[in-house]
């Protein structure tokens, strides 16, 4: 596995692959790797001749008073998974690396960004797809795969993609989960055991919508009042959002509905944020 923490040596690096006809997939990360992420590289493996992983904890994309600083990082055992899982260049640049002295430009998705995540933290998208294009600058793979936890990210890379005439393909793979239920995320590290025990209420509340629509119900409303009744019962749970949106367009989705809608949840566990999703697809 080649280290590499120079984007210049990584960009020299993948046009010698492509030279060589090689198909390449990237896997962007902010590493404290899991087995969400090792299910996104394990993709990358199966798809592509060579595999190229990022680690970057991109600040960029955390808003002030956010978890920049305390963000988990665990570089040399990430390392060690990235090898075992068969990763053939591991990316691992510093700030000053991607944003040297002068850097001064911003990518933004309008309309796709604007709700949910995007409207609870200001700016989080323009940071994430800048510096997924400057990732994708660099590596030029034939695709690139995200996991669908962060289901708006995945889509608001979509639209960049295909905005910006970009040549590759976005894969976007299922969300990974405890065998609890609770989907697997970096942040949940930060959970105390009294927190990491109500976060389930997450699990729970999508699964409780699920049902529901299985037996008939169609009104968002009721979904979304059923949810947030439902979350409340933990008293360490402060809700953030609970929405329900068109599943393509990410806009408020009609009362009653007959497309599939996006339940997206973001609640926060004392200083920990936590964001889950699932796709209501009415039969
Ligand atoms: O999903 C993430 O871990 C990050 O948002 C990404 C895509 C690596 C960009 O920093």
Not at 11 to 16: D, L, M, T, V, Y
Not at 103 to 113: M, N, R
Not at 166 to 192: F, H, K, T
Request: hydrophobic share 45%; glycine share 8%.
């Amino acid at each position: 596995m080649h280290i590499i923490d120079s984007a210049s040596s990584l960009q020299e690096h993948c046009r010698g692959h492509a030279r060589d006809g090689r198909s390449i997939a990237f896997v962007p990360t902010m590493g404290f790797l899991h087995d969400g992420h090792l299910s996104l590289i394990e993709e990358g493996r199966r798809r592509a001749e060579i595999l190229v992983v990022s680690i970057f904890v991109n600040p960029l994309q955390f808003g002030e008073g956010e978890d920049l600083d305390s963000y988990p990082r665990a570089l040399e055992r990430d390392g060690e998974l990235c090898r075992q899982a068969g990763v053939d260049v591991l990316f691992v640049p510093n700030s000053v690396e991607l944003y040297p002295g002068g850097f001064q430009t911003k990518v933004s998705v309008a309309g796709l960004a604007a709700g949910l995540c995007g409207a609870a933290r200001p700016g989080h998208f323009d940071g994430v797809c800048t510096v997924v294009l400057k990732l994708l600058n660099l590596v030029h793979p034939d695709l690139a795969i995200f996991g669908s936890k962060d289901f708006q990210q995945l889509q608001v890379i979509r639209a960049m993609v295909r905005d910006l005439h970009l040549d590759l393909e976005v894969v976007g793979m299922p969300i990974v989960r405890e065998e609890d239920g609770l989907a697997m995320s970096s942040r949940n590290a930060y959970l105390s055991p009294p927190e990491r025990a109500q976060s389930l209420a997450l699990v729970e509340a999508l699964r409780l919508a699920e049902a529901m629509v299985e037996v008939g119900e169609r009104n968002t409303e009721s979904l979304r009042e059923a949810v947030i009744s439902h979350i409340q019962t933990r008293e360490l749970a402060a809700i953030d959002y609970v929405e329900l949106v068109d599943a393509a367009t990410l806009e408020p989705s009609p009362v009653v509905f007959s497309a599939p809608v996006l339940l997206a949840l973001a609640v926060r566990f004392g200083s920990t944020r936590l964001i889950d999703n699932r796709v209501l697809a009415p039969r």
